[in-house]
């Protein structure tokens, strides 16, 4: 299964989430079943129990930096090109 392309608001929206979510569980000192939802699935809108995301390694000639993001249980796999201000 090829990877869907996300655009850079999406991208941007799901980074936010992800990190409001991490100071929630770090702030509250959440323990695991009561950490908050992740996003929904960008495609299926499916329940995510599983969210990775790393930074594309830098490719030969490519300029672009893009996020991959792997969603569980429902399998689809995400690429999303990076504002370079995202990168911090
Ligand atoms: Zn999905």
Redesign the pocket.
């Known amino acids: 299964m090829s990877r869907i392309e996300l655009g850079s608001e999406q991208v941007a929206s799901i980074r936010r989430t992800l990190e409001r979510r991490e100071r929630d569980i770090i702030d509250r000192v959440l323990q695991q079943p009561d950490y908050p939802p992740l996003p929904a699935?960008p495609?299926?809108n499916?329940v995510v129990e599983q969210m990775d995301s790393m930074v594309e390694p830098p490719q030969f000639e490519v300029d672009e930096r893009a996020i991959l993001i792997n969603?569980k249980p429902?399998g689809?796999r995400f690429r999303g090109a990076l504002d370079i201000d995202q990168l911090s």
């Open positions: 699935c495609e299926c499916a969603v429902c689809h």
